[in-house]
């Protein structure tokens, strides 16, 4: 699995606040965000090139590209590491705007000359199309020229665009991305209160702030920590081979001054799709960070992480042409709104009245935005392990419920246990002690040689490096031959878990993934496909979304 | 090359592969491994070592002796005896196989309710300061949580018990399909007739008291069946629902040659093997360990010491600290007493549990509050023995679950053959989830890995104003809905309708507004008959090329959807399974209101659902009431619904108009993906049932 081939920068560094001057943090990367290019002005190029598949395949593609690389301060967030936009990308750049402010995308045909014409198709806009020429749905760039797009976003969310000309053909080569509009005007409740708590604590574990903006839309319950865009798609790799041959026959006979050449054709039924991705990707190759140089055309990746408590918006987009069973493990989303329009409640406007959901049907053409968060409630037992009579002081951190029940307080914003649910705090899930973990608990596990382990797992059924190590590796034994000891990696079994290491990460690993689970394979293989791994990381692992 | 990639990717853990080679080889390399001494200290009845009567004969019966059965048959008789000899030697070793169902936890403390019945709401648990170690009212011990339930206990403890394997149904069409599938291994006569397989601890810890011991195929066997031409007999005289093998301790005592005390852990060590497991309790007794002295909860076995084997000794943890060694006592002992403790006998899961899958998987519900003990019993897949597959149990829609008991295989351990996995959940918000495997999902779940759960809103346990029950619900935080939480689903209602309980309700809506008088849970699932037949004969299945030809309800396509009692087919072994027992059969008394709990685990395309005659009311999405935040029910009435897999509905159908609705009058839910009405090559069938009103 080339998930493996996940960079894990070790950093150390000294946290200040006392309660936790103990532990040390460890920073893997974690890469994600909502990557973007934030301009008022683009122009786009449309290219042909190959996208690469984890089963070694390049497919010739389509795709919208950046014609002149922009300036590095147009890419977002701010803090992204080599961002680039090259000619030609999977999804097109994602083009992030304010709400309000005119907007004007050029786009200019570099197409093989046989693909014909081109356009953009902006759902949602009022778009006004100067140059070009006349196409069924919107004005077309013929072959190297180019046409200008240009429309003032009224309301803000997430929408998608995609190429209105031939589109069964277009679409399908991969001629589609995302369009963010961020709200021109941010709650205030956004930016106090618990949200600007959040913000404070990312800073005291010394993380950045990789949003693009605090709030979704205009609406207090659309306030946000973290964010992630996700768009969905098929290929079907016979219609890209055939638009392939087809092309070259066409650039041959063109080449040969032969008086007529013939039309590109390609049929684009029966569809019968191989690859299933997720922003251009398939599993394993969505987790490897955005920009990465192997994906040349692929920038784009699917690796969210969070912290418990954090509310993570989720802007999803079906880009394909089939509907997507997304399911998110580990909670529900509440859907925002639709195609930027936020669902508010008939008779409260500040009341949210989107669905709650476990899995988050796409659509093709439809943009969704919805937040998840996960905290642990209602386990009935400590996912920290905590455990009053250990002598590590970060055992014994305390857990101070705020009016929602939740570890929240200002001493509270410079603990690991920020956000922790209090009322199973040192609640004890198994019937013996685990190391250095409280027994009393209502189960019991079984020989860990009858086990399998997961390259995800954590180590222990506990949350983060501090109760992992203490629950595998820490209690002094003194008939131990050799003596157990914390080991720095993780410790005594298991083993193998090398994509959320017990001694860095061990984070609770949850798997987001089409539940049409025949979706979940790359051309008959599994694991592939539509499919990432969500990672909820304690506080001591930093969060960096540089990447 | 697919299916390598797989496996490999499935089976990273290098813990996997001695066992494996072990289990293929020899028990005695098993033995001989330090990392599996538990061998010594095992104290399983001899009868679970010996391969069963059945083995044997399969054993010696001489080649091609059957030569009249089917290439199935033939290849079952070479791989079963294998992999039973298999079965045999690692549950042996390992003690691996076992249950559990505590009858009293920290959350539900047997003092303040019995957990064998559910008792009624009246307003959130209060929980009192206790410090750790201090001697609670009810005479337990405070636990590290430091606060302990000391009136108003919610919910109650239930348990079930399952089995991952293989086994065989029945299409519409008459083909038998193989299957991965779960087995029911506790609850078998509720499972049986359609029941919930969920125990109270009093029904789990039962043993088995029938006159023979349980047949492979059971309760399909001997619940008065006749066997030609089959007649599946009357399912009453059938009535066992406890945990399959479980089976009394056997008592034993040691003398003990060193006890001593590290903090609160003591270490014993034996002049013998005791042959006790982690969480059994261990009584020590003796003139000069006076300190010592009393029942103590086994945290760990095999414990390296400086005197004997480390199979010799064990530890506990005890409140004191500060004891003396006592070294060589003359009088000192320790003890473990018969009983139902979790052990169980490995014949009779293998007996019950091998060939025994269900489509959909044994139904499970629970309430609210409760506290949940599923274990999963890998028993191996028989026709198979080249994969070695462990299963998991996903728990689908679980809110704020841990990734440990989230049952992905890659973010979380697995089960492998031969051993039991106990999940543990606090039943969540009210609402009908699902569950499945989630071992190489495109291939378990089409293989028939999927199954129903539904959890029962605390209202049903309320008498009185709805509204106010509500109100009194939202003083419990975990539960409580408040603005801050955007993922809260029945905030109050905007309308109060004065509505009071006791009744049955789909979620805990405060208007009564979600009330019904019977319920059906409905599963939504397609067979593609080529992958089962290339996931029965050793090939790599393709997944691009997958396409459902069966399209079932409750594992049955039309007409078997409306067939009553379970279905049965048999296996391999020539033993008669229930494989079917869930009629889709919509039965609604004249007057009354059916809760259809729908759920999708289809793996490859979108199903939709019709109703012709009666319309749906949609009440709840994905397990959640449909209301909004400001309270407005955001109920719709439909004559259809389409879900994808890994979607649930929640559906009134409401015949309280007799006059549109008289007695007597049938009407269908059927799926106008008009395809999809056919079974296979016949044209005729599938996604379809019939609603009674009676």
């Not at chain 1, 150390?12 to 103990?22: E, N, S, W």
């Amino acid at each position: 699995m080339r998930a493996t081939n996940m960079k894990k920068a070790i950093l150390k560094t000294r946290l200040l606040a006392p309660m936790v001057a103990v532990a040390l943090l460890l920073t893997a990367t974690a890469f994600a965000a909502a990557p973007g290019i934030k301009a008022t002005s683009f122009a786009l190029t449309a290219q042909a090139a190959y996208v690469s598949q984890p089963d070694g395949q390049m497919i010739y593609s389509w795709g919208y590209g950046c014609a002149q690389a922009p300036g590095a301060s147009a890419f977002v967030p701010q803090t992204t590491t080599a961002p680039f936009c090259n000619t030609m990308q999977v999804p097109g750049p994602t083009l992030i705007v304010t709400e309000g402010v005119p907007v004007s995308v050029a786009l200019t045909n570099n197409l093989p000359v046989g693909a014909g014409n081109t356009s953009i198709l902006f759902p949602g806009f009022t778009v006004n199309a100067t140059g070009g020429v006349q196409g069924l749905l919107t004005q077309e760039a013929a072959p190297n020229t180019t046409v200008t797009y240009t429309f003032t976003p009224t309301s803000p969310g997430t929408r998608a665009y995609y190429s209105g000309t031939q589109s069964d053909l277009q679409v399908e080569m991969g001629m589609y991305g995302a369009i963010i509009v961020l709200p021109k005007t941010i709650p205030t409740a956004c930016t106090t209160g618990l949200a600007a708590a959040n913000v404070t604590v990312e800073g005291n574990f010394g993380e950045t702030d990789f949003r693009l903006a605090p709030a979704a839309y205009n609406s207090p319950k659309a306030c946000y920590d973290r964010e992630y865009l996700f768009q969905f798609s098929e290929i079907d790799p016979n219609i890209h081979t055939q638009a392939l041959a087809q092309i070259n026959a066409i650039a041959a006979c063109k080449a040969a001054s032969t008086p007529i050449c013939p039309n590109l054709d390609v049929p684009t039924e029966p569809y019968h799709p191989a690859y299933f991705m997720i922003n251009g990707r398939s599993m394993p190759d969505d987790m490897d960070p955005n920009y990465s140089p192997q994906y040349p055309h692929q920038p784009y990746n699917g690796n969210p992480h969070m912290h418990p408590g954090e509310q993570v918006l989720l802007r999803i987009i079906g880009q394909g042409r089939w509907q997507h069973p997304f399911h998110e493990h580990g909670n529900h989303v509440r859907i925002l709104g639709r195609d930027g329009n936020l669902i508010q409640s008939a008779t409260d406007a500040n009341s949210l009245a989107g669905p709650l959901l476990f899995t988050t049907t796409t659509t093709p053409g439809l943009a969704m935005d919805g937040i998840f968060y996960w905290t642990g409630r209602g386990l009935n037992w400590d996912p920290y392990g905590h455990n009053p009579n250990s002598t590590d002081p970060v055992a014994k951190l305390s857990c101070i419920p705020d009016a929602n029940g939740y570890n929240t307080g200002v001493a509270a914003q410079s603990q690991l246990n920020y956000y922790e649910w209090c009322a199973d705090h040192n609640k004890p899930v198994q019937v013996a002690p685990f190391g250095d973990v409280a027994g009393g608990g209502p189960v019991t596990l079984p020989d860990a040689n009858i086990l399998t382990n997961g390259a995800w797992y954590g180590g222990s059924p506990y949350l983060g490096p501090n109760a992992t190590q203490r629950a595998t590796g820490c209690s002094s034994d003194p008939y131990a031959n050799p003596k157990t000891t914390c080991g720095g990696t993780g410790s005594t079994p298991p083993s193998g878990t090398i994509a959320n290491p017990p001694g860095s990460e061990a984070g609770f690993a949850f798997m987001w993934h089409s539940h049409n689970e025949r979706e979940i394979t790359t051309n008959n293989i599994f694991p592939g496909g539509m499919m990432m791994m969500m990672l909820v990381d304690s506080r001591e692992f930093q969060i960096d979304e540089s990447n | 090359m697919a299916l390598n990639c797989a496996r490999l990717s499935d089976k990273q853990d290098i813990n996997a592969r001695p066992r494996v080679f072990a289990c293929a080889s020899s028990a005695v390399a098993q033995e001989r491994d330090p990392e599996y001494g538990f061998f010594a200290g095992s104290h399983l009845p001899t009868p679970s070592l010996q391969p069963s009567p059945k083995v044997q004969k399969a054993l010696t019966a001489p080649p091609g002796s059957e030569g009249d059965r089917t290439v199935m048959k033939r290849a079952h008789q070479v791989w079963l005896p294998i992999l039973l000899v298999c079965l045999v030697t690692v549950a042996a070793n390992a003690q691996s196989f076992r249950v559990q169902c505590p009858t009293s936890t920290i959350t539900h403390p047997q003092a303040l309710h019995d957990n064998n019945s559910e008792p009624a709401y009246s307003g959130p648990t209060v929980y009192t300061a206790c410090t750790p170690g201090q001697t609670l009212p009810d005479g337990s011990t405070c636990s590290a949580w430091g606060r302990y339930v000391s009136s108003k206990v919610n919910g109650a403890i239930k348990c079930q018990q399952i089995s991952g394997g293989d086994g065989y149904a029945t299409m519409a069409d008459g083909t038998q399909t193989y299957m991965f599938s779960f087995g029911p291994l506790s609850g078998l006569a509720k499972i049986a007739s359609g029941q919930p397989g969920t125990d109270f601890p009093s029904e789990f810890n039962t043993l088995y008291s029938g006159a023979n011991p349980l047949q492979p195929g059971d309760p399909a066997t001997t619940n008065g069946a006749t066997d030609s031409p089959y007649s599946p007999g009357n399912l009453a005289t059938f009535s066992f629902n406890g945990a399959v093998g479980l089976a009394n301790d056997i008592a034993n005592a040691v003398s003990i040659y060193d006890i001593s005390e590290s903090g609160h852990v003591v270490t014993v060590v034996g002049n013998a093997p005791l042959g006790v497991a982690i969480g059994q309790k261990v009584t020590i007794a003796g003139q000069d360990t006076t300190g010592y002295n009393g029942t103590f909860t086994v945290t760990a076995v095999n414990v390296p010491n400086p005197f004997f084997a480390a199979n010799l000794a064990f530890r506990y943890s005890d409140p004191t600290t500060g004891l003396a060694e006592v070294l060589e006592s003359t009088s000192a002992t320790a003890s473990i007493r018969a009983g139902i403790d979790g052990h169980v006998e490995t014949r009779p899961i293998l007996d019950v549990g091998v060939m025994n899958g269900n489509i959909p998987a044994p139904l499970m519900a629970i309430d609210e509050d409760d506290e949940f003990f599923l274990t999963l019993t890998n028993v191996g897949m028989i026709m198979r023995p080249d994969l070695f597959e462990q299963h998991t149990v996903h728990f689908h829609g679980y809110p704020n679950a841990s990734s440990f008991y989230d049952g992905v295989p890659d973010a979380s351990v697995a089960i492998n053959i031969g051993g039991s996995f106990t999940y543990y959940y606090l039943a969540p918000d009210a609402g009908t989830y699902f569950w499945h495997c989630h071992i190489t999902p495109p291939e378990h779940l089409q293989m028939g890995m999927v199954g129903q759960i539904y959890v029962r809103p605390r209202q049903d346990r309320y008498s009185g104003d709805l509204y106010a029950g509500l109100q009194a619900q939202e003083g419990d935080l975990r539960t409580a809905c408040n603005s801050g939480d955007i993922l809260c689903s029945n905030p109050l209602p905007l309308v109060k309708t004065g509505k009071s309980g006791p009744g049955l309700y789909a979620y805990n809506d405060g208007d009564g507004s979600t009330q019904y008088d019977v319920e059906y849970p409905i599963q939504i699932h397609g067979f593609d008959p080529n992958f089962h037949f290339v996931g029965m004969t050793f090939n790599p299945e393709g997944f691009t090329d997958m396409k459902d030809k069966y399209f079932l309800l409750n594992g049955r396509s039309y007409p078997d959807t409306v067939t009553s009692g379970p279905m049965f087919t048999q296996t391999v072994d020539g033993s008669m399974h229930y494989s079917q027992p869930l009629p889709a059969i919509i039965n609604i008394p004249a007057g009354k209101r059916a809760l259809l709990r729908i759920s999708d685990l289809d793996v490859t395309e979108y199903q939709t659902l019709a109703s012709l005659g009666i319309p749906m009311t949609v009440v709840g999405y994905n397990a959640k009431l449909l209301r909004d935040q400001a309270g407005n029910n955001m109920y719709y009435n439909t004559n259809s619904i389409t879900l994808g897999g890994g979607e649930s509905l929640d559906v009134i159908l409401d015949a309280s108009d007799t006059s549109k609705y008289p007695s007597g009058s049938v009407f269908y839910l059927y799926t106008p993906n008009l395809d999809h009405l056919s079974n296979d090559a016949e044209n005729f069938g599938g996604l379809m049932t019939e609603v009674h009103i009676n």
